[in-house]
């Protein structure tokens, strides 16, 4: 017989609320806007394009690989960096890829997903009043991981429509109190990717001070039109002073298994995994070892690109008799859509009735902005299934 514990009616309590005088560190920060576009997708049944994930199978082989891990016994605390069969792949991925050598030993370190890596790095680096350089529109947790730290942000726009970055401002901002300089490419939201000549820009205005460059590369992989992917890992100058941050979880189309890597000259490694050993300490065991089996296969990541711009050129041709001004998309899963032809709303008020009148979601690009400045632009995520993009399409272009 199954004996159940029951607390006697006299011994409940009701929690009490706290009134203690509770100071916000991020006084004006909601939720997510991707929690709040996904849920009200799921809400009203809309077809979800707007958070940042594949609606497809993980590869069986994958999978596979870790069930036999984990029967294998492989079910206990990593150490601290990582596995060392997973950083001795990522080190030579970044060797023939960009050319570089990392030890692995000392500057390789798996993080529990990139989101964590970026985090961490913003945390070793950045003091109270420490200014940090971030390009506008930026993956959301740039700016409040940096004001959690007492760090201040100084925001430079990315100029409109191909999303540029015009140098010269930034290097207007630089001041003596600069530490960092966030850089993201392939970007999210808009899809544009940096070229040789923005890496040498770059180059020349962190040469000769102390900025420390942190390069969220998570997209590397993702990539169309022939176009390089231009990591920091390729300039030498550059690579002495950057740490980068990478995804298993966009690369293997895994992002609720959240494993990502940090690569870093031994001096920055050094600090990041003091931060990094009291945030997490170590990473998924089983699934680093399965990472570390798939990846001595180079086929399963290097023609990423290809799969995924089929995808978007899916998508895009059926868009093209639609109202929206298709911008265009260099790099990442994304697809951004300019509706001015359409609306005067604005992106939050657009993309809200685009879900509950007509069951697609998408996201605001204004969410990525600190001022939520209105370009009358959403994001859309072409990592699904062809059927799902053509009915979503199909909607879009009765709009």
């Given amino acids: 017989m199954i004996q159940r514990f029951v ?55 994958l999978i596979a690989s870790i069930n036999q891990k984990m029967k294998n016994g492989l079910n206990q605390y990593a150490p601290m960096p990582g596995v060392l069969t997973l950083r001795e792949q990522i080190a030579a991925k970044a060797s023939i890829t960009y050319g570089i050598d990392y030890n692995v030993d000392r500057e390789v370190t798996i993080t529990a997903g990139a989101t964590q890596a970026l985090f961490t790095a913003i945390t070793a680096f950045i003091r109270e009043d420490d200014e940090v350089i971030i390009f506008e529109p930026a993956y959301d947790s740039y700016g409040p991981a940096v004001r959690l730290n007492s760090g201040v942000v100084k925001y430079v726009q990315l100029k409109l429509p191909d999303y540029h970055i015009d140098w010269q401002e930034v290097a207007n901002k630089i001041t003596h109190r600069t530490k960092m300089i966030i ?57 002495e002073r950057s740490i980068v941050v990478g995804s298993f979880g966009k690369t293997f189309h895994a992002t609720g298994w959240k494993i990502g890597f940090s690569l870093a000259p031994e001096n920055l490694m050094k600090e990041f995994r003091k931060s990094h050993q009291f945030n997490v300490y170590a990473v998924n065991t089983p699934i680093q070892h399965a990472f570390a089996e798939y990846m001595r296969d180079p086929e399963n990541y290097l023609h990423l690109g290809e799969f995924y711009q089929q995808k978007r050129d899916f ?29 005067e709303e604005n992106e939050m008020d657009f993309a809200t009735r685009l879900i509950t009148e007509f069951g697609v979601a998408g996201i605001p690009v204004s969410a990525f902005y600190h001022k939520k400045d209105d370009n009358k632009i959403l994001r859309f995520c072409f990592a699904k299934g062809e059927e799902t993009l053509e009915k979503a399409a199909e909607i879009l272009c009765k709009i």
């Fill in 7 to 61: 607390i006697p009616h006299e011994r409940k309590t009701r929690m009490k609320k706290f009134n203690g005088n509770i100071i916000s560190k991020l006084p004006g920060v909601e939720t997510s806007i991707f929690a709040v576009m996904s849920g009200l997708a799921n809400q009203h049944n809309a077809i979800n394009l707007s958070q940042g994930f594949p609606d497809f199978q993980v590869s069986e082989k």
């Fill in 183 to 239: 850089i993201n490419s392939p970007h999210n939201p808009s899809g544009s990717v940096l070229s040789e000549q923005d890496l040498l820009d770059l180059q020349r205005i962190t040469v000769n001070t102390d900025i420390v460059i942190l390069s969220d590369e998570v997209y590397e992989h993702i990539i169309f039109d022939g176009k390089k992917h231009e990591s920091v890992c390729s300039y030498p100058e550059l690579a």
């Fill in 315 to 343: 998508f895009i041709e059926r868009l093209k008799n639609s109202r929206f001004k298709i911008i265009p998309s260099y790099g990442t899963y994304f697809q951004s859509l300019d509706y001015s032809n359409i609306s």
